[in-house]
């Protein structure tokens, strides 16, 4: 398709080119005699029924480009993705997506979305039987894939998974570009041993159950509280990364009497529900206050939380991957071998303490 659109443009340029040429030779001077001016208004007549025949030759070109798109030369990705309104990093993430896989890119894609395993599986069987070449997935669950991905591999169907593993043969995939989600969950409770607090009341409010990143997220703190004798969780519950289900568990604990001094929140929009309850209780939080309050994926309205010191901690989740997911694309398309099966992006964890606004310009989604 590249080639017939770079010979469309070619002919478009010879034809501008032509038309130029066509222009300069009715230019005659004003004292010219009348017989060239009649040669003049020939030459304009022949160089504008030139110009309408390259017109009408570029547009059946551009056609024939459109054509060509039309008829499959465009790489066909399906993509499914969890619910782009599940938090500020889902939003950035599914933006990402839109605005890399476009017919100007070289791609046609088709939008899957659902927080539920089985919903995101019938959209796989659904993009398997249109033919896409390939299937771009970030899983609601870590199992329950086998199946699927071994019928995408016999209909020649590539997987890609982005932001988030699966339990499944890494030869039922092509590449995974993931965070790690252990990793961030690990930071962040080193992070909050770090603190030196006496004793460790922790309201945990968790993602989406059995998510990759809700399990990640979670191990860390369920490991150290398992450990420590002075780490004990008050309310382990999951509001599914929504702010007003988290603020509902915090409302509740609130008004149990039960202490507590931490919020460990596994995304910042949780986050930000739990702190409307403690500022609807009057409770402070953040810096030298109250209640330690941890959020997750560094949406930028959450990191200039942590710059007025109204937070304590937020660890960092990269959404931008449609660039990594080209890249193996056009290397699997190139006949190449893909290098790494597993790609781990960099990202830290800020602290309020020593986070600036560069950092927030910087990393803020």
Known sequence: MKKKVLASLLTVAMAATMVVGCGSKA????????????AAATDDAAATDDAAATDDAAATDDAAASDDAASGDLIKVGIINNDPNESGYRTAN????????????????????????????????????????????????????????????????????FDRTIDASEDLYEASIVSDMAKEGQTAVDWLAGQGLDEYNVIHIQGVMGSAAQKGRSGALDEKVAAESNWNIVTQQTAEWNAEKAQQIVQSVIDSGEKFNVIY??????????VAALDKANISHGVGKDVIVMGFDCN????????????????????????????????????ETVAEKVVVMDEKGFDASTITQEDVDTYGI
Do not use: H
Request: net charge negative; aromatic share 10%; with cysteine.
């Open 27 to 38: 230019d005659a001077p004003a004292d010219a005699p009348a017989a060239t001016d009649d």
């Open 94 to 161: 599914d933006k990402d997506m839109k605005e890399f896989f476009t017919a100007e890119n070289g791609y046609e894609a088709s939008f899957a979305y659902s927080l539920k395993n089985d919903e995101q599986i019938t959209a796989a069987q659904k993009f398997i039987q249109d033919g896409v070449d390939y299937l771009l997935l970030s899983a609601a669950d870590t199992a329950g894939w086998d199946s699927v991905l071994q019928d995408a591999q016999d209909a020649g169907v590539r997987v890609i998974l």
């Open 265 to 274: 929140a596994e995304n910042d929009d949780m986050a930000k529900g739990a």
């Open 300 to 335: 930028k309205w959450a990191l200039e939380e942590l710059l007025a010191g109204n937070w304590n901690y937020d660890g960092q989740c990269n959404p931008f991957q449609a660039a990594y997911i080209d890249g193996i694309i056009k290397t699997i398309e190139s006949g």
